[in-house]
């Protein structure tokens, strides 16, 4: 399993950032863009986020705002197998991927992450990004 560690927030000022981090690699999008965006949908500095927040603020800074989210919104999809065999199944594209209490990025099969992922760890939810 092939896995990059980067991190985001070059600062280092935030803790438990890994939705905000993962979302940045993910979009190509700057780290501050989507800590603003996160943090307008409530998500509290220091503190991790909820799945409700990570979809809301994915929409949103895939389409640019609000009101054009909201005509085009992206659902996470539920899955439970493992972060090796879902590098497997999808060797090609972006992942958005979210398991138990932390979020990385999949991009054309090599993981994203601020700490080395578990290959047998699970897959909770996803979103392909195109």
């Known amino acids: 399993m092939e ?3 980067q991190l985001a927030d070059i600062s280092r000022t935030d803790n438990n950032n890994c939705a905000l981090n993962a979302m940045a ?8 863009d989507v ?4 943090k307008e949908h409530g998500r509290v500095r220091g503190k991790g986020t909820s799945v409700r927040i990570i979809t809301t ?7 640019g705002s609000p009101e054009k989210a909201i005509n085009n919104w992206q ?3 539920k899955m439970k197998v493992s972060l ?3 590098a497997k199944m999808y060797p090609t594209g972006r992942y958005y991927v979210i398991k138990s209490r932390h979020a990385l ?11 080395v992922p578990n290959p047998r760890a699970y897959v909770k939810y996803f979103f392909k990004v195109d």
């Open 35 to 38: 800590y603003e965006t996160f």
């Open 25 to 32: 690699i993910i979009l190509n999008k700057p780290y501050y």
């Open 84 to 86: 090796a065999k879902f």
């Open 57 to 63: 603020a994915l929409n949103v800074l895939k389409q």
């Open 3 to 5: 896995y990059i560690k």
């Open 105 to 115: 990025a999949l991009i054309d099969g090599v993981w994203y992450d601020n700490q």
């Open 75 to 77: 659902m996470p999809t």
